[in-house]
């Protein structure tokens, strides 16, 4: 087979750590990059080592292919060629863009290449779709591992339990069936020394109302760590655990003290080809949503811009609170049309709010919508 090859959407700050990081591997390369100027991708690729003239600009599938038989790494514009192109064997998106991510997911599955999705707003957004068509493609859909839900869910598959924010949370809610305990959850000040009794139940001394939730915690040392709180179901385990210094029981805080986001997505991609292996994929039921809040008073007419700027925030929820709600998806906020006056702190929703029907996400997520009524009962 030869090294396994990446085609990369994206050359921000997550795509260059992937270029940089696959640099330095065995049996991986990169094939080529995808954005919408070739600037970034050339700078990734001289940053990771390469000669001059190791990028090449591709305008078609068969140019990249040629560029990738050579040895070099092709350079494009075109999703949906980078897609296409044979000698790629698995698709990475580090775009952050729940509409072009979701097209990119498509495209790749299309034509039978495996995903890795360090998109988690994407993902949180039509990830069940994806991961359904991939399915029925027999090609692989994943998150990536490093990022935070996928490196939370290898404690939780440890443990059977969990971590941390808005949307994060969400992907693991979606991945787990763990719930948000509150809406927008609690958000507790906590150490890596008290996690353990302060995200455990009312009758444990903590502050869930039940086990099997999701949340996350501000204060020092845990960030950039994730974690889970276990509580072992027999009381000669709780003394094990103990004895351990695991900490006092009877729950326990499991902590990953880092999380490597970009540099592990690599393993992700490997593991997609070599063992047909997701890290991380959405249950096929709704489970959570991520829903968003206004950052500062909206006013009708306002066009929304790209999560992470001044309008609005993420805001976790469960799936049937959100659906009573009308919450317009996270995903769904970007090129969003303010239809009526919305005051700081108000939820965003279907009501005050028109989501952009030209997006390939928001037509998706309709459908999406329009099944899960069976959900709602």
Known sequence: HGPITIGL??????????????ALMNGVRIGAIAASRPTRPMEAIALAGHDAGHGRVAATASEIDRTIEAGGIAVTDDLAALCAAGRIDVIVDATGSPDVGTFLALEAIRNGKHIVMLNVEADITVGRHLAAE?????????????DEPAATLELIAFAQTLSKTMVEMTAIANCTGLVPDVAGMHGPEATIENLAQVLCTEADGGILSAPGRVDYTIGKGVAPGVFCIAKPRHGRAIERMADLKVGPGPCFALVRPFHLTSLET?????????????DMVALDRPVAEC??????????????????????RGFAMEWREARSAKALPL???????????????????????????????????RELDAADIRFAG
């Open 9 to 22: 959407a994206g050359a921000g700050q997550m795509g260059t750590d992937i270029v940089v990081q696959v």
């Open 266 to 278: 690599p393993l992700s991609a490997i593991r997609a080809v070599m063992y047909k292996r997701p």
């Open 291 to 312: 829903g968003a809040v206004a950052k500062r008073d909206l006013k009708p007419g306002e066009i929304l811009g790209r999560i992470g700027e001044s309008e609005y």
């Open 134 to 146: 991939a399915k029925r493609a027999g090609v692989v859909y994943t998150g990536s591992a490093g």
């Open 331 to 365: 995903g769904l906020a970007e090129k969003a049309v303010v239809s009526k006056p919305i005051r700081l702190g108000e939820l965003l929703t279907h009501e005050n709010c028109t989501a952009d029907d030209s997006l390939l996400v928001t037509r998706i997520r």
